[in-house]
């Protein structure tokens, strides 16, 4: 199955994602058309693949998404070399409301927000049982995946204990069809897109098979979810599924750490990972990360000193780098053009659990000592006699760089990016202008035009 070829449809975006003139259009490119498509269950599934797709395609998952993350909360971490103007305007912190990177991430995620709900409207036409809760479960994961990145990047950080009315995302729960009324919508609150996006998740994982080949199963959307409230800051529930996945998933850290990465299979810390083969997937990781014989532009982001001296000297982490024709530091996270983007690795979940613990004072599963120095074993670093809190933060960074964390890190523990504190509005994307020009409800976000 790891050679299917994704089946990538050309599911329009709603109204508020491209100009007022388009129409839905939810033909496959190998040319099923809609009727079809939304009135058999084979039509069905070939929806869900392409919401895969589109989910694993550079402008979200492909790699945009972690590579935001990244220039967004630079604190001295990486150099950015690279000639692409909206992605340096992204690392300067000076983004636009037509930047196009922010306006196609937008635009994916909502795409593929339109084909879950598609699939969502017609489950009717399965028969199967068992194909029908596997399917209502895979689409409700996709569309909490892609809420939840929405929700981070372009509204304020979640704050526990207070009230969340500030401006995240629309939410839009039904498909549209119909375009010769009024088809603006207005943004939801913060609040109201994190209680969606857990309905979504908690709906999932009641649906959805403990195994489903690399497909998302309910250990993915566990995983994901436990991720949702630490980014919340709910520790109790973040380290309760957490700890679930780590004792029942049946997935288990590689026993070296290299292995982990540039992978064409599936591995065994693997709790959900984007597909990339000759033949399908992106991978704008190795685009901006990987020198040119990896299949990279040359090392457009490279390591800085400050970055490799988080680490101590046996650590193979640290020495998990080569250098470019420039003598560039590069990470050897990203090598492998064709290999797969692992988006959620069970050493998260550790790291999760020790974090939540430590914050709670409680030792479920095992102690936060013993959850960091498992993540520390692995790498051959010294294992720690006692711990802080810092020192959990610290280790997330040592083991979690360049997968898409560090600006959520920041915003969530109240940290500062250069002079620019967590709140900052220059932190948030803007609206992008296009969605602003063709729906009068949504309001921009503070500091853009």
Same mark, same amino acid.
């Given at each position: 199955?790891?050679?299917? +070829?994704?089946?990538?449809?050309?599911? #329009?975006?709603?109204?508020?994602?491209?100009?007022?003139? @388009?129409?839905?259009?939810?033909?496959?490119?190998?040319?099923?058309?809609?009727?079809?498509?939304? #009135?058999?269950?084979?039509?069905?599934?070939?929806?869900?693949?392409?919401?895969?797709?589109?989910?694993?395609?550079?402008?979200?998952?492909?790699?945009?998404?972690?590579?935001?993350?990244?220039?967004?909360?630079?604190?001295?971490?990486?150099?950015?070399?690279?000639?692409?103007?909206?992605?340096?305007?992204?690392?300067? +912190?000076?983004?636009?409301?037509?930047?196009?990177?922010?306006?196609?991430?937008?635009?994916?995620?909502?795409?593929?927000?339109?084909?879950?709900?598609?699939?969502?409207?017609?489950?009717?036409?399965?028969?199967?049982?068992?194909?029908? +809760?596997?399917?209502?479960?895979?689409?409700?994961?996709? @569309?909490?995946?892609?809420?939840?990145?929405?929700?981070?990047?372009?509204?304020?950080?979640?704050?526990?204990?207070?009230?969340?009315?500030?401006?995240?995302?629309?939410?839009?729960?039904?498909?549209?069809?119909?375009?010769?009324?009024?088809?603006?919508?207005? @943004?939801?609150?913060?609040?109201?897109?994190?209680?969606?996006?857990?309905?979504?998740?908690?709906?999932?994982?009641?649906?959805?098979?403990?195994?489903?080949?690399?497909?998302?199963?309910?250990?993915?959307?566990?995983?994901?979810?436990?991720?949702?409230?630490?980014?919340?800051?709910?520790?109790?529930?973040?380290?309760?599924?957490?700890?679930?996945?780590?004792?029942? #998933?049946?997935?288990?850290?590689?026993?070296?750490?290299?292995?982990?990465?540039?992978?064409?299979?599936?591995?065994?810390?693997?709790?959900?990972?984007?597909?990339?083969?000759?033949? #399908?997937?992106?991978?704008?990781?190795?685009?901006?990360?990987?020198?040119?014989?990896?299949?990279? @532009?040359?090392?457009?982001?490279?390591?800085?000193?400050?970055?490799?001296?988080?680490?101590?000297?046996?650590?193979?982490?640290?020495?998990?780098?080569?250098?470019?024709?420039?003598?560039?530091?590069?990470?050897?996270?990203?090598?492998?053009?064709?290999?797969?983007?692992?988006?959620?690795?069970?050493?998260?979940?550790?790291?999760?659990?020790?974090?939540?613990?430590?914050?709670?004072?409680?030792?479920?599963?095992?102690?936060?000592?013993?959850?960091?120095?498992?993540?520390?074993?692995?790498?051959?670093?010294?294992?720690?006699?006692?711990?802080?809190?810092?020192?959990?933060?610290?280790?997330?960074?040592?083991?979690?760089?360049?997968?898409?964390?560090?600006?959520?890190?920041?915003?969530?523990?109240?940290?500062?990016?250069?002079?620019?504190?967590?709140?900052?509005?220059?932190?948030?994307?803007?609206?992008?202008?296009?969605?602003?020009?063709?729906? +009068?409800?949504?309001?921009?976000?503070?500091?853009?035009?």
């Amino acid at each position: 199955m790891k050679n299917l +070829k994704y089946l990538i449809l050309t599911i #329009s975006s709603l109204f508020l994602l491209t100009s007022c003139d @388009r129409e839905l259009d939810i033909n496959p490119e190998q040319g099923i058309d809609t009727e079809t498509a939304i #009135s058999t269950p084979e039509g069905i599934q070939q929806i869900l693949i392409g919401a895969y797709a589109n989910t694993g395609d550079g402008d979200l998952f492909g790699g945009d998404l972690q590579i935001y993350a990244d220039l967004l909360a630079d604190d001295s971490y990486l150099y950015w070399w690279g000639t692409y103007a909206e992605l340096g305007n992204i690392h300067e +912190k000076n983004i636009i409301s037509d930047n196009v990177y922010v306006r196609d991430t937008w635009g994916r995620a909502y795409k593929v927000i339109n084909a879950t709900n598609v699939i969502l409207e017609n489950l009717s036409v399965v028969k199967d049982a068992d194909d029908k +809760k596997r399917i209502e479960g895979e689409a409700k994961f996709l @569309r909490a995946l892609n809420y939840f990145e929405l929700v981070r990047f372009f509204g304020k950080q979640y704050e526990a204990g207070k009230n969340n009315t500030q401006l995240g995302v629309p939410i839009v729960l039904k498909t549209v069809t119909d375009f010769n009324g009024d088809l603006s919508v207005a @943004r939801n609150t913060v609040e109201e897109v994190y209680t969606q996006v857990i309905k979504d998740l908690n709906e999932s994982i009641a649906n959805l098979p403990a195994e489903n080949s690399f497909y998302a199963d309910a250990y993915s959307a566990k995983a994901l979810l436990s991720r949702v409230y630490l980014q919340k800051q709910d520790y109790t529930n973040a380290r309760n599924i957490a700890n679930d996945v780590i004792e029942n #998933s049946g997935k288990s850290l590689m026993t070296n750490y290299k292995d982990a990465f540039n992978t064409s299979e599936n591995i065994s810390e693997d709790l959900f990972a984007m597909q990339v083969t000759s033949q #399908s997937g992106e991978n704008d990781l190795i685009t901006f990360y990987a020198d040119e014989p990896q299949g990279g @532009r040359g090392g457009d982001i490279s390591l800085t000193e400050d970055y490799l001296n988080l680490f101590e000297a046996d650590d193979v982490r640290g020495s998990f780098y080569y250098y470019n024709y420039y003598d560039d530091v590069l990470t050897s996270k990203y090598t492998n053009q064709y290999g797969n983007i692992h988006v959620i690795r069970l050493a998260e979940m550790y790291l999760i659990r020790a974090e939540s613990n430590f914050r709670l004072n409680t030792s479920l599963g095992a102690t936060p000592l013993d959850d960091v120095n498992t993540i520390r074993r692995r790498a051959h670093a010294s294992e720690l006699l006692s711990v802080t809190l810092d020192d959990i933060l610290t280790e997330r960074r040592r083991e979690l760089a360049f997968e898409g964390f560090l600006i959520h890190d920041v915003k969530r523990t109240k940290g500062n990016v250069g002079s620019l504190s967590w709140n900052s509005d220059e932190l948030v994307f803007p609206i992008p202008l296009r969605e602003i020009q063709v729906n +009068k409800k949504l309001v921009q976000n503070p500091g853009y035009n």
